[in-house]
T-cell receptor, first 116, second 114 residues
């Protein structure tokens, strides 16, 4: 399809394990975003990439969270030593350029992470 | 409308009625506002946006109203249909150097009864 693709759609892991979540943005979109959505809440900003570089990672909760986008397309969100509080839906979005341009973010369906 | 509580605000309407979903935003410096629709198990979907230099914008069956004086945003859906049932989020962008970052509200659950 032509939309933002996220894998896995569901991930169940044990406390303390390492997790990787993948995002494949819409082709040609230079801006990529990760948001986290807890149950009953709106999405919360985690990190923004413009091209390969993380232009703003101020939303990452702590140093257990890290994200990369080595070739300016696919991005991976990495969570070390997972905790039960990390359980949430992790949403990826992309846009043609930063919001200051078109303004429209296209979201994927999310990766639901459950930490037991 | 938006709530600071743990429970999602809900709105229940009959099919064919008009719906109004409200949102209070917090930052007077915000210059761009968006409404998103999120169906169960899916990501948010863009509905309509409005910039702070406007007070009204219309789309297909939807209208967004912005009142900057009281920092209030509303989404009006005309002739609501069962397919409109979803959680609706308002989001604001605080402009300036962080014009890529959206701050979402808690959302309102809209249920359309046939």
């Amino acid at each position: 399809g032509a939309g933002v693709s996220q894998t896995p759609s569901n991930k169940v892991t044990e406390k303390g394990k390492y997790v990787e979540l993948r995002c494949d943005p819409i082709s040609g979109h230079t801006a990529l975003y990760w948001y986290r959505q807890s149950l009953g809440q709106g999405p919360e900003f985690l990190i923004y990439f413009q091209g390969t570089g993380a232009a703003d990672d101020s939303g990452l909760p702590n140093d257990r969270f890290f994200a990369v986008r080595p070739e300016g397309s696919v991005s991976t969100l990495k969570i070390q030593r997972t905790e039960r509080g990390d359980s949430a839906v992790y949403l990826c979005a992309s846009s043609v350029r930063p919001r200051g341009g078109t303004g429209e973010l296209f979201f994927g369906e999310g990766s639901r992470l459950t930490v037991l | 409308g938006e709530s600071v509580g743990l429970h999602l605000p809900t709105l229940s309407v009959q099919e064919g009625d008009n719906s109004i979903i409200n949102c209070a935003y917090s930052n007077s410096a915000s210059d761009y506002f968006i409404w998103y629709k999120q169906e169960s198990g899916k990501g948010p979907q863009f509905i309509i946006d409005i910039r702070s230099n406007m007070d009204k914008r219309q789309g297909q069956r939807v209208t967004v109203l912005l009142n900057k004086t009281v920092k209030h945003l509303s989404l009006q859906i005309a002739a609501t249909q069962p397919g409109d049932s979803a959680v609706y989020f308002c989001a604001e962008n605080r402009g300036g150097g962080s014009n890529y970052k959206l701050t979402f509200g808690k959302g309102t659950l809209l249920t359309v009864n046939p």
